[in-house]
């Protein structure tokens, strides 16, 4: 028997041309802009700031915001919305700057509160699908861990999908960012909390990357394929906040924190790790008569990526094949040696990168249970150069 479950989307969903002009019809009389300093810098904010004041909203910005956002730049956060008291907060910029929104607004309403801020996320990147998540990944530097917070108090009201902003993204951050879209939707694929809900958000994701995440890396100029790529982020997001992910993404924030490495550009690495892990296939593998549960979902996603061979082995092969054919022709490195990390140092870590791994709240629901031990050996292949 199953037991009982639900699906709902919190946010409403602004987007195609002109999703900006939302803002100047916003309700709201005083708004905090929390934003990355590159959306101030490249003047980018003037695309925001001139339709709040034609909404007639009073506004500030805070740009006090870093990658991996850490906890002491959340602090200083909560501390000018205490002060400020705004009844909404508009977050402009990637992950790292919805995040830190996300968990401004949260802290700030448990000291004062009030719970009645409206949270409006408009992504500058195509890639963490924060803008409709019920998580908020900060960092605790001195400890190297990042902690995925999970609450539905996180949920933005609104979300804003306005392509215009992520014509700037430069080509590795448009390969980063897009390798995260596809992950989530493949981690929330094979979760074990996966549901058909969660599944077609999913599928229609990993079909969207397929045809346009290497044609937008390619070209900044491909409208088309950056519109593409913003939605199918918007739609994994949705998928894993619904189904959650697994220990692609546990290892990934791990690795992230202690060596630094881009969130995207470490799970894209771990990928092919992964998928061989949960379907316990890998180039010596030989046909069988029983695989593990993921098989099944890794060859539908195979098949949706027009990837479908003459068997279950080959064709998630085929998989692992594509996925490090698109890091190839994205210049992105394929080990953690290529990243430039330093080999004693990294050894050094795996044994506490593994416990964290372990522990970090996305694991959970892979669908295969990992040991301590397998974990340990994805980390060292995840170094080696050689392998692949
Ligand atoms: N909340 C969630 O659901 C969730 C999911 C996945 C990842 N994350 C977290 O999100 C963070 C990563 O977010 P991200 O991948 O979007 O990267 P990011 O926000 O850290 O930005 C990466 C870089 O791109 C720049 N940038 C952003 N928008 C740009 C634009 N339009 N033009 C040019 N440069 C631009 C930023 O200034 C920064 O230097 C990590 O901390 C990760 O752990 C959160
Ligand atoms: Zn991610």
Redesign the pocket.
């Known amino acids: 028997m199953e037991i009982m479950k639900s699906f709902d989307i919190k946010t409403k969903i602004y987007f195609g041309d002109d999703a900006l002009d939302r803002l100047s019809q916003l309700p709201y009389k005083r708004v905090l802009v929390i934003t990355?300093?590159?959306?101030v810098r490249?003047g980018?904010i003037q695309m925001i700031t001139y339709r709040l004041s034609d909404a007639d909203c009073e506004f500030e910005v805070f740009d006090d915001v870093v990658?991996?956002?850490p906890i002491e730049k959340i602090s200083i956060g909560v501390k000018k919305m205490v002060q400020y008291n705004p009844d909404a907060v508009v977050a402009v910029?990637?992950?790292?700057?919805?995040?830190s929104a996300?968990a401004i607004k949260d802290f700030a309403s448990r000291a004062t509160g009030r719970t009645d801020v409206a949270l409006i996320a408009i992504?500058?990147?195509s890639?963490?699908?924060?803008e409709v998540?019920a998580?908020?990944?900060i960092?605790d530097p001195e400890n190297n861990k990042?902690y995925?917070l999970v609450s539905d108090s996180l949920i933005p009201t609104e979300a804003i999908l306005d392509a215009a902003?992520?014509?700037?993204?430069?080509p590795a951050?448009t390969a980063?960012?897009g390798m995260?879209v596809l992950t989530?939707a493949i981690e929330a694929y094979v979760s074990i909390n996966n549901n058909e809900f969660s599944a077609a958000l999913a599928e229609k994701a990993i079909e969207i990357c397929g045809v346009f995440l290497l044609r937008s890396y390619l070209d900044n100029n491909d409208t088309h394929a950056r519109k593409k790529m913003h939605v199918a982020s918007c739609l994994a997001?949705l998928a894993?906040n619904s189904a959650s992910l697994g220990l692609n993404h546990g290892i990934a924030?791990a690795v992230?924190a202690k060596f630094h490495i881009?969130?995207?550009r470490a799970n894209a690495m771990l990928l092919p790790h992964i998928i061989e892990f949960n379907s316990d296939i890998n180039k010596h593998s030989k046909s069988r008569s029983e695989y593990l549960p993921a098989v099944k979902k890794y060859v539908n996603i195979a098949k949706l990526l027009g990837l479908s061979n003459f068997n279950t082995i080959t064709t998630v092969r085929s998989l692992v094949n594509w996925i490090q054919f698109m890091m190839k022709e994205m210049n992105m490195p394929m080990s953690v040696s290529q990243c430039g990390v330093d080999k004693t140092e990294y050894f050094n870590s795996i044994d506490a990168m593994a416990e964290n791994a372990l522990n970090d709240a996305c694991t959970k629901t892979n669908p295969r249970v990992p040991s301590k031990v397998e974990v340990v050996s994805i980390l060292k292949d995840l170094y080696d150069e050689e392998r692949w």
């Open positions: 990355d300093p590159f959306v490249s980018m990658p991996d956002p910029g990637g992950g790292s700057a919805i995040d996300k992504p500058t990147t890639g963490t699908g924060s998540t998580f908020s990944v960092s990042k995925p902003l992520v014509k700037s993204v430069p951050v980063d960012t995260d989530h997001g894993f924030h992230g881009p969130h995207g």
